[in-house]
């Protein structure tokens, strides 16, 4: 584990997959993260394997609430002062099909989620810390944003405007927050399962570099879009997806 290197991250949903993956890359840096994920027990695990207390903070809730929101952003300024980072990883997906066929209010709850609460989120961090200090935002989008998302649309759609947010929110905070997302093929985590569950040879096949993803690809790519190395970068979109989106012509 590297020496403190005084910044401090904000990763929401990160006891697991992708988000952990994220906070793991940024305490092997030398950062302090506040983690939060919706199952007690998870985050406290997750909190332990990224080096405990001193270098980890769990808080509990749900991403689309309010008070849950403002418990972790004042419980990170609390414990450290500061934040200098956030990664915005949460996100949902609770239903399969086609559009027409879609539940008005599962599509109104994967927007609350996937789009409503990163800006919440933003918003506090924003008055809390990033208003004063400066910071970088890193927003999970997915390729699913990129075009036609069969079964999937809805969440690919959320997923679009998160980009556009993200594009928003990189013009009107420079020159001192710098904003960018990153999209993710298929990576192998419990939320993706059903994607690739007894059938991933085949999934694979469609991919160039012939695997899928893993958190870890995720969350080097989200480190070094937070670090300074990557200080003239903001308002972008970093696909990360194993060539998928080359496409045409690959048999």
Do not use: C
């Amino acid at each position: 584990m590297s020496e403190d290197s005084g910044r401090v991250a904000l990763v929401t949903g990160a006891s697991r997959g992708i988000g952990f993956a994220v906070a793991e890359a940024l305490v092997a840096r030398g950062d302090r993260v506040v983690v939060t994920g919706r199952d007690a027990g998870a985050l406290e695990e997750a909190v332990e394997r990224l080096g405990g207390a001193e270098h980890a903070v769990g808080v509990a809730g749900k991403s689309h609430d309010a008070a849950h929101r403002e418990a972790a952003v004042g419980r990170a300024m609390e414990r450290f002062g500061r934040i200098d980072a956030l990664v915005n990883n949460v996100g949902t997906n609770p239903v399969f099909g086609s559009m027409v066929d879609l539940d008005l209010d599962a599509a109104r709850k994967i927007l609350d989620i996937n789009l409503v609460s990163t800006l919440g989120w933003v918003q506090l961090v924003h008055k809390a810390s990033m208003e004063e200090r400066g910071g970088a935002i890193v927003n999970v989008s997915s390729v699913s944003a990129l075009g036609p998302a069969p079964g999937i649309g809805m969440y690919g759609a959320s997923k679009a405007a998160l980009i556009q947010l993200t594009q928003q929110l990189a013009y009107e905070l420079a020159p001192s927050v710098r904003v960018n997302a990153v999209a993710p093929a298929v990576v192998r985590t419990r939320f993706a399962e059903a994607l690739f569950a007894g059938h991933e040879e085949q999934v694979t096949a469609a991919y160039p570099l012939k695997r899928l993803g893993v958190p870890e690809d995720v969350g080097g790519a989200v480190a070094f879009l937070l670090s300074e190395q990557a200080s003239w970068i903001t308002g972008q979109t970093l696909v990360l997806d194993g060539g998928l989106t080359l496409g045409a012509g690959l048999g």
